[in-house]
C-alpha cells in the first residue's frame, strides 16, 4: 500500500505571493491533517479534514486555508506569504479523526522557503 | 488545554546501551492516547509506539517500550540494545477527547559507536 505522497517536496516563494500545497492520503484514509514544523516553534497543527470538512483547526491566521476532495485529497493554501511562513508542512492520514485515537501516517513533508 | 513537555532536548547512548526519553503531559480528558514519533534527517515522522491510557500494561514494539506512570502523567520512551539508526528526534504526543494531537518540542537522540 502507498504512503502519504505530498507535493512538491521543495518550493521557493516570495513575500506576498500564494502557494498551494497538496497532500494525497493513503489509499482508504479519510482524514488528512496539516502540522507546521519549524525550529521555533516546533510541530504546531493547521487543521484536520474529515470528509471533505474540516473538523478541526489550530491557531493560524486566515491566510492558512485547506481542502479536502471527495477522494480524500487535501490542499492547504498559503496567500499573502511572509518570511515566517517558511517551514516543513507536514500532511498526516488516518483512517479516522485522529482525536478518535487513529494512528496518523506522515507523508515526506513540502520544504517552503520564503524569501 | 493539552500540553506535552520534553525536558531533555538533547540525548546520547552508546550503541547497544539503553537509553530512557522522558515525556510527561497534561490533558482534563479521561479517555486519551500517547504516542512516540521518530522524525530521522529525511523528516519522515514514523510512528515507533502507542499506549491507550485505560491500558494498565505498558507498550512495547521489539527493542522500544514504554513506562505509562498515568497518576504521574508521565509517559517515558525506553530504547533498548541501540543501534545508529535509531539517531533521529524523537517526539511525544497526546490526543484525546476529539482534539487535535499535540506534539511536545523533541529529544534528539544520538547514537555513538
Known amino acids: 500500500k502507498a504512503g502519504v505522497t505530498q507535493t512538491p517536496r521543495y518550493l521557493i516563494k516570495t513575500r506576498g505571493q500564494q502557494v498551494t500545497l497538496s497532500c494525497s492520503p493513503i489509499s482508504g484514509h479519510r482524514s488528512v491533517s496539516w502540522y507546521q514544523q519549524t525550529p521555533g516553534q516546533g510541530l504546531q497543527f493547521l487543521f484536520e479534514?474529515?470528509?471533505?470538512?474540516?473538523?478541526n483547526k489550530g491557531n493560524f491566521p486566515g491566510r492558512f486555508s485547506g481542502r479536502q476532495f471527495s477522494n480524500s485529497r487535501s490542499e492547504m493554501n498559503v496567500s499573502t506569504l511572509e518570511l515566517g511562513d517558511s517551514a516543513l508542512y507536514l500532511c498526516?492520514?488516518?483512517?479516522?479523526?485522529?482525536?478518535?485515537?487513529?494512528?496518523?501516517?506522515f507523508g515526506p513533508g513540502t520544504r517552503l522557503t520564503v524569501t | 488545554a493539552q500540553t506535552v513537555t520534553q525536558s531533555q532536548p538533547e540525548m546520547s547512548v552508546q550503541e547497544a546501551e539503553t537509553v530512557t526519553l522522558s515525556c510527561t503531559y497534561d490533558t482534563s480528558e479521561s479517555d486519551y492516547y500517547l504516542f512516540w514519533y521518530k522524525q530521522p534527517p529525511s523528516r519522515q515522522m514514523i510512528l515507533v509506539i502507542r499506549?491507550?491510557?485505560?491500558?494498565?500494561q505498558n507498550a512495547t514494539e521489539n527493542r522500544f517500550s514504554v513506562n505509562f506512570q498515568k497518576a504521574a502523567k508521565s509517559f517515558s520512551l525506553k530504547i533498548s540494545d541501540s543501534q545508529l539508526g535509531d539517531a533521529a528526534m524523537y517526539f511525544c504526543?497526546?490526543?484525546?477527547?476529539?482534539?487535535?494531537?499535540?506534539f511536545g518540542t523533541g529529544t534528539q537522540l544520538k547514537v555513538e559507536l
Open positions: 479534514y474529515f470528509s471533505e470538512t474540516q473538523r
Open positions: 504526543a497526546e490526543v484525546g477527547g476529539g482534539n487535535k494531537l499535540t
Open positions: 498526516a492520514s488516518s483512517f479516522g479523526l485522529a482525536g478518535d485515537s487513529y494512528e496518523q501516517y
Open positions: 499506549q491507550e491510557a485505560y491500558k494498565q
